[in-house]
């Protein structure tokens, strides 16, 4: 009897003693992996950053964390607007290939394979904060642009797509008290329901806006919603961090700031530090120097879980500014729902101390697309040989390399397509009817149309522009499923 408790007492101990070192190994495992956090600013113009020259608006934290790693120069969204170009960043793939050709188009489907899909299972806390907008969340209630009782549509929510846990809403939202709109506008100093406003002091003066903030299966949050709207956001980033890092598993945030699309509100306090500047461009300033303040306390946070040495972060914009706002494209011609730069090329950066040497700037021409396959190759993720990405890997660019990019990017809006190379743009605007071509090395504000001196370099780019449309509008017809 004595001998059988022994061996029982001798079992049990070897097996504690391998399921600690288990877990031990998978802690040690997973404390390897890099966390990575997406954050994407809507509508914010290539030059509305301090890292980018912008004068007036103060984006400190940007520029400081642009300054820890590399900058893009060249960084695109995959679309001039902002539901398709969300999509590329979980997907790798163009938004065309996957139905949302524009903004509250289509949704994105439970077929499609995402980044949170994949890290989840090498065991990443997943989490999405801030904006959606790749399809409806609710079908009980009216809701945003789309989200209406007995509509299921659309309905496309992020833990259907490898998310754990989020606070998203459906699409635009004021940037202060998020859920409110004032019952009367300031018309004279360009206050509108479409613009935005200074914030409401009084309650009583306020009305719903009409969205709501969605943290669950029809389960709407009501506390907490006042105030800056990106601390709104971050007031659910962080506690998802300190969970995950409490928990030793490496964590997968991205962070759809709503900052700058209209409406834009800030209260007196943000709107202070321009008080030199009107009244409208008080109101826009602030709001991306208030989403910047948030940034700062987003880096600060991993730095004191000593986190911020493995935290890969990226950020860009969803698209250039809006038209009619104080937003800049810098240089570049055009914006928002153009294909022109201005409208696709947007302010971009990937901080990783681990990895990346500070004060990195490349020219290689970049997209939303390219997160993805960066991060399945850093990690050496499984994902299936047979499905289309329309992103390459960016490693060797992250550890410094100056390469040019040998695959080219295609862009599809409306009647409008370009192809993009390291060197030209190819670019129609009535559905491949005409064509012009530009030199973005030698013309980056595209005033120079070379198309009639170039008929051949036409004719082969628009050869294999008219093949990727071929394979893109396979994948829309669900050959890729």
């Not at 009782?149 to 797509?161: L, Q, V, W």
């Not at 670019?427 to 170039?454: C, P, V």
Request: with cysteine; aromatic share 10%.
């Amino acid at each position: 009897m004595k001998v059988k408790l022994l061996l029982l007492i001798f079992a049990t101990a070897i097996f504690f003693s391998c399921t600690q070192k288990a877990e031990q190994k998978n802690n040690e495992a997973n404390q390897s992996k890099p966390n990575i956090i997406l954050i994407m600013c809507d509508d914010l113009g290539w030059g509305d950053t301090g890292f980018n020259g912008n004068e007036k608006i103060k984006t400190p934290n940007l520029d400081f964390l642009a300054g820890q790693g590399i900058t893009f120069n060249r960084f695109y969204s995959a679309s001039a607007v902002c539901s398709p170009t969300r999509g590329s960043c979980l997907t790798g793939r163009n938004p065309y290939r996957y139905g949302i050709p524009t903004a509250n188009a289509g949704h994105m489907k439970v077929e499609e394979i995402t980044l949170p899909e994949l890290l989840k299972e090498q065991g990443y806390e997943t989490g999405h904060f801030g904006k959606w907008h790749l399809g409806t969340l609710t079908t009980k209630v009216k809701d945003a642009n789309r989200g209406k009782p007995g509509d299921s549509t659309h309905y496309s929510i992020p833990t259907m797509h490898g998310y754990d846990s989020y606070l998203v809403t459906e699409s635009k939202i004021p940037t202060y008290d998020p859920m409110l709109k004032p019952k009367v506008f300031d018309k004279e100093n360009g206050e509108s329901l479409r613009y935005g406003w200074k914030a409401v002091q009084n309650k009583n003066d306020a009305e719903k806006y009409g969205t709501y903030y969605w943290k669950g299966v029809e389960t709407a949050e009501t506390e907490n919603l006042e105030g800056d709207n990106s601390k709104v956001v971050m007031d659910r980033v962080i506690p998802f961090i300190e969970n995950s890092v409490e928990n030793s598993n490496p964590f997968f945030s991205v962070i759809w700031f709503q900052t700058p699309h209209l409406p834009v509100v800030a209260d007196e306090i943000m709107m202070a530090e321009y008080n030199g500047y009107s009244h409208v461009e008080q109101i826009y300033y602030a709001t991306i120097s208030g989403m910047d303040e948030q940034v700062g306390r987003l880096w600060k946070k991993l730095e004191e879980l000593g986190e911020a040495e493995n935290t890969m972060i990226w950020f860009c914009s969803d698209n250039g500014p809006e038209n009619g706002t104080p937003g800049t494209s810098g240089p570049f011609r055009e914006r928002k729902r153009s294909l022109y730069e201005g409208g696709v090329r947007v302010p971009a950066f990937c901080v990783w101390p681990n990895k990346i040497q500070s004060g990195l700037v490349s020219e290689m021409p970049m997209v939303t697309s390219d997160y993805l396959p960066t991060i399945v190759d850093i990690l050496d993720l499984d994902y299936p040989a047979e499905r289309p990405v329309d992103g390459i890997g960016l490693a060797e660019v992250l550890d410094g390399n100056n390469l040019e990019r040998e695959k080219p990017i295609g862009f599809l809006f409306g009647t409008k397509m370009s192809w993009v190379t390291q060197e030209y743009k190819l670019i129609s605007t009535d559905k491949g009817k005409t064509f012009e071509l530009y030199n973005l090395l030698a013309d980056k504000s595209e005033k120079n149309n070379i198309a009639t001196d170039n008929v051949e370099l036409v004719k082969a780019m628009k050869s294999e522009l008219f093949a990727w449309m071929e394979s893109v509008e396979n994948s829309a017809n669900g050959a890729d499923y």
